[in-house]
T-cell receptor, first 111, second 115 residues
Framework: EDQVTQSPEALRLQEGESSSLNCSYT??????LFWYRQDPGKGPEFLFT???AGEEKEKERLKATLTKKESFLHITAPKPEDSATYLC????????????FGAGTRLFVKA | EADIYQTPRYLVIGTGKKITLECSQT?????MYWYQQDPGMELHLIHY???????EKGDLSSESTVSRIRTEHFPLTLESARPSHTSQYLC??????????????FGSGTRLTVV
């Protein structure tokens, strides 16, 4: 069964304190792994798609990496506006275009 | 700017009422989805569509129904609302693989409360 597990559930950082969020996944043939950002009361906002092990994507202070079993979202020198829930999700090649989401990591960045 | 619109944003309704949650997108995407999300929990797929007149049930059992008569419109209907339907409902659409990143574009959601 396809599954996504994110850790930690919550992460509290000081402004400027770099860290990483983890996404472990099992899927029968990965079509794509996705990262989203979700602010309270809003729908998720797409950040990255990763397709194969070794791939990396960057956007401002965020960098996503992928291995065959997990993905990391690295946050460099975070700011308070980076506070949000970060969701990881996967699509399997055999699952049509359905996407399976993890429960997310709630990130709090204090000034 | 959001290219996918959900209405209403908030809805409080009595048990037994029929409700329709609206979702429209302006991107011409063939693929559309409805997810249910409780606070702090995963998104669960309840319905999806890969094009006009195509609808499928998702992995989460749901008493709702959907229709896809036009590409841009994907409404979700609850024939008889119950307190167990209280949740946030998120609509999304996506392009095909090979057309950019094909990540989902989500609406802002409808927060439904059934009393």
């Amino acid at each position: 069964e396809d599954q996504v597990t994110q850790s930690p559930e919550a992460l509290r950082l000081q402004e400027g304190e770099s860290s990483s969020l983890n996404c472990s996944y099992t899927v029968s043939g990965l079509r794509g792994l996705f990262w989203y950002r979700q602010d309270p009361g809003k729908g998720p906002e797409f950040l990255f798609t990763l397709y194969s092990a070794g791939e990396e994507k960057e956007k401002e202070r965020l960098k996503a990496t992928l291995t065959k079993k997990e993905s990391f979202l690295h946050i460099t020198a975070p700011k308070p506006e980076d506070s949000a829930t970060y969701l990881c999700a996967v699509q399997a090649r055999t699952g049509g275009f359905k996407t399976i989401f993890g429960a997310g990591t709630r990130l709090f960045v204090k000034a | 700017e959001a290219d996918i619109y959900q209405t209403p944003r908030y809805l409080v309704i009595g048990t037994g009422k029929k409700i329709t949650l609206e979702c429209s997108q302006t991107m011409g995407h063939d693929k559309m989805y409805w997810y249910q999300q409780d606070p702090g929990m995963e998104l669960h797929l309840i319905h999806y569509s890969y094009g006009v007149n195509s609808t499928e049930k998702g992995d989460l059992s749901s008493e709702s129904t959907v229709s896809r008569i036009r590409t841009e419109h994907f409404p979700l209907t609850l024939e008889s609302a119950r307190p167990s339907h209280t949740s946030q409902y998120l609509c999304a659409s996506s392009s095909d693989p090979g057309q950019g990143s094909y990540g989902y574009t989500f609406g802002s959601g409808t927060r439904l409360t059934v009393v």
